[in-house]
């Protein structure tokens, strides 16, 4: 990618790198063991460092930073902790769906999301995620307000957010009968409990319960059952920011165990010396690389307002698959060390792994390839 960088993306790449070296691996560990929330110590940090601005309106400190921007910042982050990408993307989303936001909305919530208050995106139900049009969560209107009863489950941030983005039905089945509010998380009504994720633990999955929330109608953002096209376009991109956040933990251990194997000595010499455990690294390195070219491809689209879904889901299914092989591949070369708690690289591949479900299972992403392929006559969807 450096080829391809300019030099004020280079300048960003390098800040990030050094603050997520000096601010997030030091505590990677550490949320996932004690099961602590961020303090507000920490995420005034990121709050400092601007990266909960990066597309933020100019009025709150935004940069104007491109998508692929973005991409370069989750492929920083994740290097250290791919867990604190979602705060990115959070971010990003906030900024992408103002335009739709009633003005006040827009006064109350972006500047909270700026500094460091969390939106979570509710859209998985109990009976399943991939079918993200045919949920059951509804939104009945009475008067100038709607009321919303449903559960959704499997969100990132319950209990936590301070905001929910939540799908739910206004009108007849599928996709166009559906809309999306911003219902503020301490609404009466609403109830949440949390179960344990294998990874991830950081951020948090849990159901959320909605018993009649009642929600002004200017909560709505976007138009009345027009929400979901509009919705799923916003989010398309974030595949590439989960992906590149997934590369950048891959690539962290990459270069932890390039350093490692030629220290370690094996059989008399350093065991980047033995050609098959070099030649292992050499593979993982190229496929990395290919999988981060798919993905700034991707959002080089979305930079210019081009359509980008499937190479948007290649970059998502290919970088996630690669990127934890390619971890798996680094505890190997570690020998019993990789395998210990001592060591990242298992931490790396619970949070990682997670990641092939979330923003979509690795089918939904070869569906929607093979749709682009065949032609929606000939697709498997
Ligand atoms: C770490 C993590 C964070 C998450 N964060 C959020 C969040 O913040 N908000 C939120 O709403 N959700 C979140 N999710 C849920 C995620 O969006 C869902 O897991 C995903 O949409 C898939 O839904 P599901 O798990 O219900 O699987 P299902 O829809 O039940 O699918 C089960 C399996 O069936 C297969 N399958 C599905 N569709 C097809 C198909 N068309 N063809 C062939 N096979 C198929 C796949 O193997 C899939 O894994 C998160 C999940 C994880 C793991």
Redesign the pocket.
Known sequence: MDMMMTESQLTLRDAVRKFAEAELLPRYMHWDRSGEWLPKSFTDKLVEMGLLRLRMPEKLGGQGFSFVDCGIVCEEIGRCDPQIRYLISSAVHISEMSSEMHPDLQEEWLPRIANGEIM?????EPG?????ANIRTKASRDGDFFVINGE??????TGVASVIFVSARTGGPGPWGLSFFMVPADTPGIRTSNYE?M??RL?R?GSIFFDDVRVPARNMIGKENKGFVWAMTIIGYNRNFVALACIGAAQKSIDETAAYMKTREVLGQAVSKWQGAAHALAAEQTKLQAARLLCYNALALVDRGLRHDPESSMAKWYGVKVANEAIETCMRLHGHYGWSKDFPFEQRLRDCL???????????HL?IISRDIFGKEFA??
């Not at 979570?120 to 998985?124: D, I, M, N, P």
């Not at 959704?152 to 941030?157: A, L, Q």
């Open positions: 979570a995106l509710a859209f998985t399943g995620g991939t079918d993200a959704k489950t499997s969100v990132s941030f994720r990874g991830q951020t999955g997670g990641m092939e479900s979330a923003d979509g299972p690795r089918e939904v569906g498997p969807f």
